[in-house]
């Protein structure tokens, strides 16, 4: 067996004699495993760390103008696009050690993930919400009048989940652009993404790779938490709903708190796509949604609401999308399941056919699951890895009502349906709570810019200065040219 090593954290500002690594092992259970060596930090350690960060982004990126911050991430990006680069090497090699994720899916997620942070896909990123990027370098011309002038906090925060590979980097990237110092808390179940990123940007900027400083501590440790949340002005956290709130009570009032919560997704297939012509095709890009990353994503599919009267009635569907499942697992093998997760899934299947009547479709080795639901039109949860509802309706229209339930949870709906129906069912949606629609195959691929939850990735973390007109025109009584 080999065994890579690898630290997790990068700890600006302690002294490396003076901290203490514990080694944690991924993998194992084959030819390969990775040894982790996370640091015992401190509170004391957090506040030496935030300090340096600090001081770093004051001496260096809070100077310079966000063109150069792009330039930066984006040359960063190319090197890991790059498959001979060591550090691309090192994620196609050891993220299927960490996650259990099958090693292609692994390398095609990443090209396709890396690639929403090239430059123009940041440049859109930024206007997305500030039509005038300049406001985050100087003082720029207001609609209403007068000027304004965008900062970014001192300290950004961010505490992960590790469900997807890659996940830190929507806002470790959101935190450079608008030029605060961030540390980041990464997760146990997925440590060292950040880092490499970190160290590939070191040797593209070594100035601005010191404005970030990676920690890690066993979740739930509420003296760290708290101390991380007293030293930052804005806090971004993943999660579940009980590790948010638990997190959120540990913020205090001056350090503003955005969390991104537990959420549910789900598609709307309409008659139109369900000809012979489009149906196998329809179904294909249907699995992808539920194979990719095996469902761990909040934009990834529970449910499909399949439309009847189409020439492909919703039963036949759903096996066209167990016979693509049936297709993705030999390209794609599914991860290993915990004892738990398996003992849910079979909870969960059970459910679907004893309790709700639906129809299982599944291979002898349970790798992925249909559940067909004819009577049941609920948009439940379904049981992840690999397992997905069919759910029969009359109309799309009617899909709105069925998921208004879960309002506060819903996120992403794709939608399969001409152009008029999509418009006027993404209006539908959106009352309900939808806050972002696609097509399918694309659920877990947000565009650069995606407003996250329904919220601003960067507008959330500014504040704005303004220079009211009146202030201008005293100024100009004083001017040396003044009569």
Known sequence: MTTDVEYVGRLHGLDPERIHWEPRQYGGDGEKSLIALTPNLQSADLSIIASKVRLNARNSVKTWPVDRVLTAIDQTVARLLDRSHPVRKK?????????????????????????????????????????NPGILDKFQPLVKGGFGRAFGPDLLAHVWAGNVPG???????AGLLVKAASVGKVATAEPFFAGWFHDVLAETDPELAKTIALVWWQGGNTELEAGLFREADVALAYGGD??????????????????????????LIGREALDPSRASSTARKAAYDVVRYDQ???????????????????ETFGTYIAQSLASYEEKFP????????????????????????????????????????????????????????????D????????????????????????????????????EVGVTRVTALGDMTSPEAGWHHDGRFNLLDLVRITEIEARAETAAEDLASYAD
């Open 91 to 131: 994620m196609e090699h050891l993220l299927p050690i960490v996650t259990g994720y099958d090693e292609e899916m692994v390398r095609i997620g990443l090209t396709g993930y890396l690639k929403t942070f090239r430059k123009p896909q940041l440049q859109r990123f930024i206007t997305e919400d500030f039509p």
């Open 167 to 173: 996940l830190p980097l929507w806002t470790l990237i």
């Open 242 to 267: 009980t590790a948010i709130a638990a997190l959120a009570a540990q913020a205090p009032a001056s350090t503003r708190f955005l969390a991104h919560g537990h959420k549910i997704s789900f598609g």
């Open 296 to 314: 761990q994503g909040c934009y990834s599919p529970h449910v499909f609401f399949v439309e009847k009267g189409g020439a492909i009635s919703p």
């Open 334 to 393: 599914r991860r290993p399941l915990s004892l738990a997760e398996a003992s849910s899934l079979v909870e969960w299947r059970m459910a679907e056919e004893t309790r709700l009547g639906g129809k299982v479709v599944e291979p002898c080795n349970g790798n992925w699951t249909v559940s067909i639901q004819l009577q049941d039109r609920a948009l439940r949860p379904s049981g992840l890895n690999r397992t997905i509802r069919i759910v029969a309706v």
């Open 395 to 430: 109309d799309l229209e009617e899909t709105p009502i069925l998921s208004k339930p879960y309002k506060t949870l819903i996120q992403t709906a794709a939608i399969s349906a001409t152009p008029e129906r999509l418009f006027s069912l993404a209006s539908m949606l959106g």
